[in-house]
Each structure stands twice: as C-alpha cells, then as structure tokens.
C-alpha cells in the first residue's frame, strides 16, 4: 500500500533498533522508509554541535560502567564524548506500543532501564557512540534517498555553528531547525538575521498550544513550521496557520485515539516513537 498519511518523523531515530540519536537509529528510519528524522543537538565545551537530547549521560549510560556518566555535555570536549559508549542492552524501545498508552508519560518516555543490565549485556553487547552533527550532515549526503531532518535545540548558543556547517551542506534544504524555548527561539531567528540563513534552510517553533500569547509571538518569525501538542489543537488552528504560510507537526502522541484525530486535522507531520505500530494501524485504517 502506498503510505499517503502524515509525514511520519522518527523521534530521535527508530530508537527499537538502536539507541537514540546514534547512527543506527537513523540509518533504521531510512531503510523503514520514513519520511523524517527528529534528532536534538547541544553545545559541546569546544563548540561542537553533538548529537544528543540529555545535557549529562546518566540515562543513556545506565547500567554500563562509565566515568562519564555524571557529567555534563557542555563540560565535556569532543574528544571525551567520542569515548562514551551508550549501550544498546536494556536501553531499546519496545516495538510494539506499550501498555496505557493513554498516559503520555508511558507511551513515549518508556526508557526506564529495568532488569538486570549485566545478564542483558551477555545477549547484546553491542555499543553505539554520539555523533557530532557534521558528521551527521556526512552521513545524511550518503543516503540515496531524500529524508526531511528536525533539527530541535536543546541548548543556547548553537545558531553560529549550525550556520557555519549548514552554508557548505549540500543538505540545507532537508532541515528544519527548532527549539521549544523561548529564549533559543529569538537567537535562532536573532542570528539568522544577522548573519544570513544559507537558502533553502527551514527554521521551526515549537510553541505547544496556539493561544492568543503564542499568536502574537509568531507574528514576526520566519517560520516554515509550528509543533504543536497532541489533542491541544484542531482543524481551525491548522487553517490559521496554513493562511500564513506555516504548516503544522504535532508533538508525540502515540496512542491510536490521538492518531485518529491528528489525520483529520490537516497537520503536515508528527513525531513519533512508534513509526512502525502508527504505520500497521494506518494500513489497517485505510483498507
């Protein structure tokens, strides 16, 4: 069946095959088919855009011994996060939806590192390491197939760097770059005015709700999309800002009841850590 819903983005890669924002996940999502990627960068303490959504790794390492677990990214260098190893046992997704899923808080933060690391690691002892966002871009121009790639902030101070990568990418048009804070939002726009968005390139916001505060802001920014929380939007939010020239992704929720909804809406795209089970049940939907 050809897929002709929303488009679908990978939540930080498909994180049931590998850890999160780590090579494998993404090159999972390509081979899937997926039309996006959703991965999350930092500032490094020598100015590297890493590839990573927690600012230290005691999550992504849990279990696993490592000195560098507590610390934090941003007083870490590039050759010190090169050397962390994030394990793939006990750190997976599970690939069918999890239970109660009407509970955001378990549908999509499922990460909880249960059981007995070192029996897992017997049985999948395999590591995976953090990329510097360059050598994502790398890896992104050697995919045969085009893939749209959300680029979300999750620190200040990163616009200088990403603009420095991005006006030598042959990648710029296939990212949006966004962030979810208010204050990363203005540098980013700040510094594209100053400096000059390579062309092509895409800028987001992800503001969450369309209140009459939120209006106003948007206002005045260069926009090519807006996320938006899931089942805290409709149809006529979607039509104001399609009349403005800025499409809608809704945020994660992964549930079939909020699927149902989100298809009727008209929204671009949305984020998902279920892009395999959101697929299965819209083959089965559209029949």
């Known amino acids: 069946m050809n897929y002709t819903g929303p488009m679908r983005f990978a939540h930080r890669g498909v994180a049931q095959k590998a850890p999160e924002n780590t090579e494998g996940a993404f090159q999972a999502a390509v081979d899937a088919g997926y039309e996006g990627i959703e991965l999350d960068i930092r500032l490094s303490k020598d100015g590297e855009?890493?590839?990573c959504h927690d600012s230290h790794f005691a999550r992504l390492t849990c279990g696993h011994p490592?000195?560098?677990?507590?610390?934090?990214?941003a007083d870490m260098t590039?050759?010190?996060?090169?050397?962390i190893e994030l394990p793939y046992a006990l750190h997976l997704l599970p690939e069918a939806l999890p239970p109660y899923t009407e509970n955001e808080s378990l549908a999509t933060v499922p990460w909880t590192v249960l059981g007995d690391y070192e029996?897992?690691?017997?049985?999948?002892?395999?590591?995976?390491?953090?990329?510097?966002?360059?050598?994502f871009d790398r890896w992104l121009a050697q995919q045969e197939r085009k893939i749209t790639v959300e680029?979300?902030?999750?620190?200040?101070?990163l616009m200088k760097r990403m603009l420095e990568i991005l006006d030598v990418s042959p990648n710029r048009r296939q990212y949006i770059l966004f962030s979810g804070h208010r204050d990363i939002i203005d540098d980013m726009q700040k510094t594209c005015r100053m400096l000059g968005k390579p062309e092509g390139l895409r800028l987001g916001a992800n503001i969450r709700y369309l209140t009459e505060e939120n209006?106003?802001?948007?206002?005045n920014l260069d926009l090519f999309e807006i996320g938006l929380n899931d089942r805290k939007y409709t149809r006529d939010d979607v039509n104001y800002l399609n009349d403005r020239?800025?499409?809608?992704?809704?945020?994660?929720?992964?549930?079939?009841?909020?699927?149902?909804?989100?298809?009727?809406?008209?929204?671009?795209?949305?984020?998902?850590?279920?892009a395999a089970a959101f697929t299965e049940w819209w083959e089965s939907r559209n029949k």
């Open 49 to 51: 855009a890493v590839v």
């Open 66 to 73: 490592t000195r560098y677990s507590i610390r934090h990214l």
């Open 78 to 83: 590039w050759e010190e996060l090169s050397q």
């Open 119 to 135: 029996k897992a690691y017997m049985t999948e002892p395999r590591m995976a390491k953090l990329m510097r966002f360059s050598d």
């Open 151 to 157: 680029v979300e902030f999750c620190a200040p101070g």
């Open 215 to 219: 209006k106003a802001y948007i206002q």
């Open 245 to 274: 020239g800025i499409q809608v992704f809704s945020n994660l929720g992964d549930y079939p009841r909020w699927w149902e909804e989100m298809c009727e809406t008209g929204a671009l795209g949305f984020k998902t850590n279920y």
